[in-house]
């Protein structure tokens, strides 16, 4: 592990002290490194919509807080500009939803990440493109 | 108010009550009509992330709800198929969010809205853009 | 007419002298002030794709046009970042295809746009949000 | 191969037959299977915009030939619905840019496909990710 991936560890951990809605989602943080993460959450019945499956915010907001732990884990403040989505497959009470940021291309003020989320049985419930804006204010 | 208005308040109506996470974000329907809605949230302290500002998976669910809302608005189950969002500026704890959603174009199988949510200086929080997929199924 | 709309004016008049591609499509510059642009193609045979109809790209290339105009009228050379596009309908051979380019957020550094592409017989043809960048180098 | 594979290369024959457009690009084709293309272009200079660089409408065509070569190679008639991209890097005259689009999930009526957008030196010039709407219609 190198110095930046303990960097990127100590930085998601001091953002999930405060990001309350992550807590309330049961966000499990299961890996960090430099521009990466992985994160799960299990889908509870109040996480549905009128159809009885996943409501699209929930899907989007784990991938979002994946795609915030990635981007901001060299400790400066980074915020999202942009995100598309697709939704490929609905997600039901029960599953357990997985998502993994990757970063595909980086620059001085700016972030393009790719975030797949998943289903316990591997399919793709949710496939998420974001670009993200890094300001010069520290984390920490 | 025409037929097709009044069906569109039904649905409404009918989605919200078992659409748990729009309860738990403590959505009030503003406005429905046919391919419209418009629908507000306060955002609380539980909403925020570890910079304390709004989660965007928060923003982007309210869009979301106003968007399915707008697009199941004929009775057919219509699902999000694609979206994509921008969000030109942060919410804040105690911020009163908008969402209003514009059908753009509707096709028999598809459609195109447009939902912007604005806070309660009438400031652009995020302009979100929705694909959507109607099925054949009724809702009722 | 603003200081600011006669920049603007300058800058595209600039832009298109050295815009091979905009000029291949034959791009008719309608109107530009600041934040601002309205452009206007015909769809020729070569535009086509193997459907018969336009080529995404070419649909595509008409907004992003448009969107570059409006978001360097400030005469600070600004790049797209992010773009999302919708196809509602399709441009067929020998329709004249206008977009137009507002601004709907700016920050010091990054500018949201929304880019409609409308037909002759003003049906929406692609709906082009985007996000920019902006340098600091000046345009001339 | 399989029969599926040989149908696709014969979809994108016919269909490359009467694409003025991506004849007009220079798009040869490399590699065709069932939800599956690569394609190349060498960037000319009536390919560049204002910045001398590559017009985004182009990068974005050339990436959206190849989404339309992987999504109808199946042979019924397919269009594409919405498209989000990003431009992590601009594309310079004389460079050889290389798009394969790859299938992401496929149900009866849509499909998500990632195409990625690469130069001579393996950089990453931009990132697409296309929703696609199957018709009935068969291509032949």
Redesign the interface.
């Known amino acids: 592990m190198t110095d930046k991936d303990i960097l990127a560890q100590q930085v998601v951990a ?11 989602m049961g966000v499990q943080v299961l890996d960090v490194a430099e521009g990466y993460s992985k994160i799960q959450i299990t889908l509870r ?8 499956i996943a ?4 899907t ?3 991938a ?2 994946a795609f ?1 732990f990635a981007c901001n884990s060299d400790g400066k ?1 980074t ?12 997600g039901k009470e029960g599953d357990i939803l997985t998502a993994e940021a990757k970063q ?2 980086k ?1 001085n ?2 972030g ?1 990440y ?1 975030i797949e989320v998943k289903n316990q049985r591997n399919e ?1 419930v949710a ?1 998420f ?1 974001g ?1 993200c ?1 890094k300001t010069e204010k520290p984390l920490f």
Not at 81 to 87: G, P, R
């Open positions: 001091r953002m999930m002290q405060t990001d309350y809605f992550s807590q309330w019945k109040e996480m549905l919509n009128g159809f009885g409501h699209g915010g929930v989007f907001a784990l979002d807080s915030a403040i915020v999202a500009l942009d995100v598309s989505i697709s939704f490929p497959k609905a595909v291309n620059t003020k700016t393009l790719l793709l496939l493109k670009t804006f």
